[in-house]
């Protein structure tokens, strides 16, 4: 197996008494798209943080690329590609002059850095808008291009903050096909983000975290076949009658979960859970069976309530 390009044992950082991220530990390989979930303030911002070498560790060991972040931050930073939450463009200069500059911060020759720019630009099917002020952009494509210029370096590993947050769903897909295509090229990948879809689409392996802790580790579909099942069954009877209606319901499937608009069953077998309902006498307002997701397992190892 080759070496991990980022490890992590035993990773802490405390601000005076509170423990944002405690002691975690994981590895990513070479060429691994890896996510990291959690609520708000769960410590997912705060590891990143520490893998892109731009905040110390209170204890524990971190390596990237085989470097000590604390001893080796600007060689490590040297190797990284960079998206931050919100975009930070630099609106007094256009598209590609963006790129351009950004470039010139890593001492790549001019020449070099054009050509690269004119790839990226290519990539990010942002040719048409070279000369275009930023502000003209949409969302969609401002995130394109700050995702551009994270790869003027040609990093090693592309470290992305909640990518798509704000985009609608034809921004989204288009960005998702430009993660696609560079995880075939071999650029690793962290993110974290808050869309489960995302998560399911884009990484081979996630950890869910919580409090600053690893609640859960392994690749979507297995993380769903552990903490899940295969299909959930919902069903709305309208919220005076879900808690009097979950007591009938009790024995189907392998779990009844009641929220305040509708009630979930967990089963393996859908369709025969929703005839058993039925069977019972019960005429629900609304009914769907769908497939596990994702959310099913974040919701079950983080709690349903909001987080502020």
Not at 79 to 101: H, I, K, S, W
Not at 222 to 228: E, P
Request: glycine share 8%; net charge neutral.
């Amino acid at each position: 197996m080759p070496a991990a390009v980022i490890s992590a044992t035993a990773l802490t950082k405390k601000y005076k008494d509170v423990a944002a991220v405690d002691g975690i530990s994981f590895s990513v390989a070479p060429g691994e798209s890896f996510g990291l979930l959690g609520p708000n303030g769960a410590g997912k911002s705060t590891t990143m943080r520490m893998v892109g070498a731009v905040s110390t560790r209170t204890s524990g060991e971190l390596t990237i690329l085989g470097l000590d972040p604390n001893e080796s931050g600007p060689e490590i930073r040297s190797q990284l590609g960079v998206v931050p939450q919100q975009d930070n463009l630099d609106t007094e200069l256009r598209v590609r002059e963006n790129l351009l500059v950004y470039g010139r911060y890593f001492g790549i020759p001019r020449a070099q850095v054009a050509r690269r720019a004119d790839q990226l630009l290519e990539f990010a099917q942002l040719s048409d808008r070279a000369k275009a002020k930023v502000d003209e952009l949409s969302g969609g494509m401002k995130r394109r291009l700050t995702i551009a210029r994270a790869l003027v370096n040609d990093p090693r590993i592309l470290l992305l903050d909640e990518p798509t947050t704000g985009l609608d769903p034809q921004a989204r897909h288009i960005l998702w096909d430009r993660l696609f295509r560079l995880k075939e090229q071999g650029t690793t990948l962290v993110l974290t983000t808050h869309y489960m879809d995302e998560a399911e689409q884009l990484c081979d392996r996630l950890v869910v975290v919580d409090k600053g802790s690893i609640m859960a580790e392994g690749a979507p579909s297995a993380l769903i076949r552990q903490y899940s099942t295969r299909e959930v069954v919902e069903l709305r009877f309208g919220s005076d009658r879900n808690a009097d209606a979950a007591t009938a319901l009790a024995g189907i499937g392998e779990r009844v979960e009641v929220l305040p608009d509708r009630i979930l069953i967990y089963t393996d077998a859908g369709e025969a859970a929703l005839e058993a309902v039925t069977a019972r006498g019960l005429s629900p307002i609304t009914s769907l069976v769908r497939r596990s997701s994702l959310e099913d397992v974040f919701l079950r190892l983080t709690g349903r309530s909001l987080i502020e």
